[in-house]
């Protein structure tokens, strides 16, 4: 009998333990480790912020599903891993061993690394459904005195997609309520270029996001390193090409939501030889860490190097389908190794990805993530406003179901030829 613990209760952690509960035998434990019962969708969190969800339509009580499925849940969060002894340690002090640790914890955010930046500060974030909340709650207040806008991703951020959404958002938003007129915004970004999106712009992400900028009158400041907030005004310096600030800029602001940049948490960060000078976790091409061959990471915690230099350093987004194709590869590996066999598996880290505007969206395919790619394709449209609101519908429901990839999304994903796995057992890649 083994034990098997997943460390982190989101997107990434969730799936795992629903991919591997099947790949065990009935008498191998799993066992989830969250912080509290509730899992929130992260990609609804622009629409809490704009008041168009709620947090009870976006959440799951997961300690329900995780027992119908067999799958032990604990609540009381982790506080440090061991990987010297194969424990992990909870924040009551007590301890859990196990045979094969996933680590899911997604990311800290980094709002500490600048002055005056987040929800405590003087900015606005939706990481969190908590942070989006109080978002949705100081935008309300805005309403009442509108002025100038700020959105974007400060220095080190990795997630730009969802800044670009939240800017559409709040423009679609105040144009429904016929304020817009009242609202200078300005995206600020630490991307080299608009559409950058820390994968070198996938397609013609540049255009698109440029030309609908243009369109919906938003200014924007690219290689922006933010260097200090107060509370009504946000000082940048953009930062030429040759890494010398070219110019130093002080926007006022009545409201602003920027994204942090991440790093690893604390129970795992400064473990030598488990996770970098961020915190992020060392895998190998199977998920797993090179220094401690039973511990495998999935997700945002993940480190993962930038795609190339910046004026301004950006990180890779981890999205929700790279997840799932880390999860899959983790799950086929741990089953490897529990059956004496060796693990194989390789995630393709492809990104696929909805940005909704609230009106309409974008769309796009990296395969593989990092540039020259197979599949660099994105689109634009309506379509993409309606197709993110079922992507929504279908996630949650998945997810309370306690499934990770029903049969139909695997058919019609490899019908379209995106696929989870690079290296498989079934069909092995030399
Ligand atoms: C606002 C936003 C919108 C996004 N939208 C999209 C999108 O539309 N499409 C897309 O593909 N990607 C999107 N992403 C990127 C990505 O898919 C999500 O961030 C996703 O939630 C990451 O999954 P994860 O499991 O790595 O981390 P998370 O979902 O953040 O989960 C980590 C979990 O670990 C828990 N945890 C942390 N520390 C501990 C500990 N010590 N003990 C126990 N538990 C712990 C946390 O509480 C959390 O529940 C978005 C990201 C953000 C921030």
Redesign the pocket.
């Known amino acids: 009998m083994s034990t098997v613990v997943v460390?982190?209760?989101?997107?990434?952690?969730t799936l795992a333990a629903y991919e591997l509960r099947p790949k065990l035998s009935p008498n191998d434990q799993l066992v989830v480790?969250?912080?509290g019962s509730q899992y929130h969708f992260?990609?609804s969190?622009?629409w809490v912020a704009a008041g168009w969800r709620t947090r009870h339509e976006i959440e799951i009580t997961l300690p329900e599903v995780m027992s119908r499925k067999g799958i032990g849940y604990v609540s009381k969060?982790?506080k440090r891993v061991h990987p010297g002894e194969s424990r992990l340690e909870l924040e009551d002090g007590s301890y859990i061993a196990y045979d094969y640790l996933v680590i899911?914890?997604?990311?800290e955010l980094a709002f500490d690394e600048i002055e005056g930046l987040g929800p405590d500060n003087f900015t606005q974030s939706?990481?969190h459904v908590d942070h989006a909340e109080r978002a949705n709650a100081s935008f309300n207040e805005f309403l009442k005195h509108p002025g100038p806008v700020i959105v974007g991703a400060v220095q080190g951020a990795s997630?730009f997609?969802?800044a670009y959404e939240f800017a559409f958002i709040l423009d679609t938003e105040l144009r429904r309520r016929r304020m817009r007129d009242k609202v200078p915004m300005t995206f600020v970004t630490a991307e080299p270029y608009i559409g950058h999106l820390g994968l070198d712009g996938v397609g013609d992400t540049k255009g698109l996001l440029e030309s609908e900028l243009r369109k919906r009158h938003i200014k924007w400041i690219t290689s922006a390193r933010v260097t200090r907030i107060e509370s009504a005004a946000m000082n940048i310096e953009e930062i030429g090409d040759d890494n010398i600030p070219k110019n130093a800029i002080t926007l006022p602001f009545s409201y602003a939501m920027m994204l942090p940049a991440f790093r690893g948490?604390s129970?795992v960060r400064g473990i030598e030889g488990l996770t970098n000078a961020r915190g992020f976790v060392i895998v190998d091409k199977k998920q797993r860490n090179p220094s401690f061959p039973n511990i495998f990471a999935v997700?945002?915690?993940v480190a993962i190097a930038p795609t190339g230099p910046t004026p301004v350093p950006v990180g890779v987004?981890?999205?929700?389908?790279m997840?799932e194709s880390m999860v899959t590869a983790t799950a086929e590996n741990i089953s490897a190794l529990l059956n004496g066999r060796d693990p194989i598996s390789e995630a393709t880290w492809n990104a696929v990805?909805?940005a909704d505007f609230g009106d309409g969206g974008v769309a796009f395919v990296a395969e593989p993530q990092i540039p020259p790619r197979n599949v660099n394709w994105s689109a634009q449209g309506k379509w993409v406003h309606y197709a993110k609101q079922a992507f929504e519908k279908y996630y949650l429901r998945k997810m309370r179901r306690g499934e990770s990839e029903p049969f139909y999304e695997r058919w019609i994903m490899e019908a379209l030829g995106i696929h989870r796995l690079s290296r498989a057992p079934s069909k092995e890649v030399s």
């Open positions: 460390l982190g209760a989101g997107l990434g952690g480790v969250g912080q992260v990609p969190n622009p969060g982790g899911a914890t997604g990311p939706i990481c997630c997609g969802p948490v129970a997700g945002v915690c987004p981890k999205t929700g389908f997840i990805c909805l």
